[in-house]
Structure formats: structure tokens, C-alpha cells
């Protein structure tokens, strides 16, 4: 049997990131062959990204990538914040915003299945995630992504929690200020004609609400209602809201001044949408005394 040496469990360690214990299993059941172990290595890691399947991915980053008219936003999952600042979990997503840009895959699925290799892991993006899950130790899912070929494009990324891509004709500082805005405000749509039926009538349904609780006769509360939905039209247009650079300016009229027009935006929010565990510790605690009484 090959002997297995301190330097030997280090150079595995480092490229698998494995406990030294493990690697040390690893590189004698291989007799010393440093490909085999790792290979072992990566097939217990795999296991490991079986058992983290079920867990929440609610925390993660935004990532984006350009390249002239051709971009891509992609929002990339773990389970806490810590991971999200992991250098590894950071060069795979923003790897997968330049395939989505580059390759343009269907869906997550065709993603998935895209040629990527990474920190010894491959050979596709679903073989790199898989293994990272095993050495980093969360669970990790590639959720979604936006594709833009037609149009100029402008980006703001807030740290990577929020990320938004516009597409504009005209100024591209104009245009990269509008992204930082619609981070800031986050409006649900272009302008008002865009805002979605169903939120319109949600609105409308609130102010009939407290419109009827007034007393005043029917015509009255049908001009309060009206008013209260293109006020509402208004704080979530974005042509319309005040520009937060200059708030004596909509961001319409700052972009005529800049002769720019904006054909859209997308806006994505780390976890939006996704249900966070919360866990209940005095409940857990409770459940355990329990069980140790018998």
C-alpha cells in the first residue's frame, strides 16, 4: 500500500475543500492515487448535495453580465447569507449570467446542462453545483434569469442583493440612473398603462373600501376611489415617481431633458417571493424536554 503523506491529505484538501479526515479515507482507499481520491471525494460530496436538496434557498445574489446589446440577470440561491459571500458560490453564479448571455438556454433546465467546470467539479453547470453543495456544505438552485438581446442596456447593482437591467435608446448615464432608481423605488412597471389589471383592481378595491366608510353620497365616493387609484398609478409607474436624484422631476421628465427613452426594466430582489423557514426555538426546545422525559 502507497504510503499517504501530510502534503498529500493538504493537496487534496485544497482541491476539494474536504475535512482532512475524510481526505485522508479517501486518498488511502485509493491507495495513494490522487485522481481516484478525488473522484471518491466528489461522490461522497454528492451525497451531500442529495441530503441538502429539501433545505430553503432564500439568501443568494444577483448576478449580471453585459457584452454590447447582449446581457443576462441571474438570481442564484443558497440557504444563509454567509455562503452568499463565499468567493466559489460568487464565481459560479456570475459564470452562469455570462452562459445565459452567451448560450442562451431555454430555461433553467438547458442551463443546467450547459458545459461548465469549476473548482475541480464539471462536467456541466448542474455537476458544479452539486458539487458545491458538498463542499461548501448549503444547499444552492439556480432560480431564474432574463435574457436581453434588442436594445441598448444599462445595469445597477446594489451590493448583490438587488440587480436591474434597463433597456434605453438614448444617454447611458441617463439610463444607469434610472437602473439606481428603480433599485431604490422599485416600481412594478414602465408606466401606468403597464401596471397589471389585477393590481389595479386590488387598489381599487382597498380605496372602495374606505371610500364607503366615509358617509359621503355615491358620487363623491366613486371621484375618491378614481383619485385614489391614479394616485396609487402613479407611486408605482415608473415614468411617473419623482426622480431621486431631483424629486422637483419625474423620471419621464428627466429623461426628456436627456433626449432617452426607457423600453423597459427588469428589477430582481435576492429571495423575493420565497418563503422563509423561521424557526421556533423555544417550541424546538420544548419538543426535545419532551422527548427525553419519555
Request: with cysteine.
Amino acid at each position: 500500500m502507497a504510503a499517504v503523506t501530510a502534503s498529500m491529505v493538504a493537496e487534496l484538501r485544497a482541491k476539494t475543500d474536504a475535512p482532512m479526515m475524510e481526505a485522508k479515507k479517501a486518498l488511502v482507499e485509493a491507495d495513494g492515487d490522487m485522481a481516484k481520491a478525488e473522484e471518491l471525494l466528489r461522490i461522497k460530496l454528492g451525497t451531500k448535495a442529495g441530503k441538502a436538496a429539501s433545505r430553503v434557498t432564500a439568501e443568494g445574489v444577483i448576478a449580471v453580465a453585459l457584452e454590447g446589446n447582449v446581457g443576462a440577470l441571474v438570481e442564484v440561491n443558497c440557504e444563509t447569507d454567509f455562503v452568499s459571500q463565499n468567493d466559489s458560490f460568487l464565481q459560479f453564479a456570475n459564470a452562469a449570467a455570462k452562459l445565459v448571455a452567451l448560450k442562451n438556454p431555454a430555461d433553467i433546465a438547458a442551463l443546467s446542462e450547459l458545459e461548465y467546470s469549476q473548482d475541480g467539479f464539471g462536467p456541466t453547470v448542474e455537476e458544479v453545483r452539486k458539487g458545491l453543495i458538498g463542499k461548501i456544505g448549503e444547499n444552492m438552485s439556480l432560480r431564474r434569469f432574463t435574457r436581453f438581446t434588442d436594445s441598448a442596456l444599462a445595469h445597477y447593482l446594489h451590493g448583490t442583493r438587488i440587480g436591474v437591467v434597463v433597456e434605453f435608446d438614448g444617454d447611458e448615464a441617463a439610463a444607469k440612473d434610472v437602473a439606481m432608481h428603480v433599485a431604490a423605488m422599485k416600481p412594478v412597471a414602465l408606466s401606468s398603462a403597464d401596471v397589471p389589471a389585477e393590481l389595479i383592481e386590488k387598489e381599487r378595491s382597498v380605496a372602495e373600501g374606505k371610500a364607503a366608510e366615509s358617509g359621503k353620497p355615491a358620487d363623491i365616493v366613486a371621484k375618491m376611489v378614481e383619485g385614489s387609484v391614479a394616485k396609487y398609478l402613479k407611486e408605482v409607474s415608473l415614468l411617473d415617481q419623482p426622480f431621486v436624484k431631483n424629486d422637483k422631476q419625474s423620471v419621464g421628465q428627466m429623461l426628456k431633458e436627456k433626449n432617452t427613452s426607457i423600453k423597459g426594466f427588469t428589477l430582481y430582489v435576492v429571495g423575493e417571493g420565497i418563503e422563509k423557514k423561521v424557526d421556533d426555538f423555544a417550541a424546538e426546545v420544548a419538543a426535545q424536554m419532551a422527548a427525553a422525559k419519555g
